[in-house]
């Protein structure tokens, strides 16, 4: 167990897609804002696919769009990773840009999706983590 304290915490969270984090910890991240603490978002595939008229590039520029303007509201960092959905694996390569990612944002605590998720990107992003 760490001692308390009391420094404000840095705290990371990897989603499989632009507004995972959004949706499932999107309030928690504003209560740890108005605590004082920092917390960034991050989306492991780029959100080009799943809309029922829209894909590929304008799609997912909409959805990064969309998490930005998201993370303005909620006084967070965001970071979409250009990873087309239901192409992320969990390889070597991206292993190191997530431990890259939690050692630039010098986390003190990590979120992720489980690693038994029934859809692969949720699956892939907690084994990556």
Known sequence: MREPTSRPLRIIAFGAHPDD???CAGGTAAKWVVQGHAVKFVSMTNGDVGHFTK???ELAAIR???VEHRARILGISTEVLDINDGELEPTLANRRTVIRLIRE???DIVLCHRTNDYHPDHRYT????
């Open 21 to 23: 984090c959004e949706l």
């Open 55 to 57: 894909h590929g590039p």
């Open 64 to 66: 990064k769009a969309e």
């Open 105 to 107: 944002w010098r986390a």
């Open 126 to 129: 907690g084994q990556l983590v």
